[in-house]
Each structure stands twice: as structure tokens, then as C-alpha cells.
């Protein structure tokens, strides 16, 4: 069995920053990516970002430039850097930790809110 915990989120102005850590604990084998979804209210999960186990990264348009996805593959941590951050940032963010090669097992953490005020 695989957890997944998410931490760092909170109440930030317009214009802050924050960052968000997710750790996943347990029995993990062959990881694959991890990656920050998000989840306003009345929407639909989103992608944020992602980075594989060898590093490449990938984002969502709405936030290149200002995020920034990094990872501890010895801790099996992601850390999100969140720049900038704007009202419409406001979820819940939540992590995805991806194993397996052939066959993708996906473990999801209870997630972390963000609130971004204006």
C-alpha cells in the first residue's frame, strides 16, 4: 500500500507564493511520475504539473512561468513552487504518485487547499 500526504497550502494574497509538498511512504516500486492536480469548486480536476522519475517536467499553460515542479526521488517527495499566484489559483491541490511500467497504478493523496485572495 502506497500514502500520499500533501502539505503547504493556506490562505495567500494576490501576487504571494507558496509551496506545496506532497510525500508518498510505503511500498513503492518502479515510480513513474508524480504529479499536482487542482480542483476548484464547480470544476473539473485540472493537470498543474508533473515530473517523471528522470526529471522531465511538464505544465499546464495556465501556469508556465510561474510554477515550478521539483523532486527528491530518494524521499519520494514533489514539491510545488507556486509564484505569483492569482485568485483564479484557488483549489484543491492534490498529488498523484504514478508506479508501474506496463500496468500504471495511481495513488492520490486528501489534498491540500489553496486560497488565493484578491
Known amino acids: 500500500q502506497v500514502q500520499v500526504v500533501e502539505s503547504g497550502g493556506g490562505l495567500v494574497q494576490a501576487g504571494g507564493s507558496l509551496r506545496l509538498s506532497c510525500a508518498a511512504s510505503?511500498?513503492?516500486?518502479?515510480?513513474?511520475?508524480m504529479a499536482w492536480y487542482r480542483q476548484a469548486t464547480g470544476k473539473q480536476r485540472e493537470l498543474v504539473a508533473s515530473?517523471?522519475?528522470?526529471?522531465?517536467?511538464n505544465y499546464a499553460d495556465s501556469v508556465k512561468g510561474r510554477f515550478t515542479i521539483s523532486g527528491d526521488n530518494a524521499k519520494n517527495t514533489v514539491y510545488l513552487h507556486m509564484n505569483s499566484l492569482k485568485p483564479e489559483d484557488t483549489a484543491v491541490y492534490l498529488c498523484?504518485?504514478?508506479?508501474?511500467?506496463?500496468?500504471?497504478?495511481?495513488?492520490w493523496g486528501p489534498g491540500t487547499q489553496v486560497t488565493v485572495s484578491s
Open positions: 515530473i517523471t522519475s528522470d526529471g522531465r517536467t
Open positions: 498523484d504518485v504514478v508506479t508501474g511500467r506496463s500496468a500504471m497504478y495511481h495513488y
Open positions: 510505503g511500498n513503492i516500486f518502479n515510480l513513474n511520475r
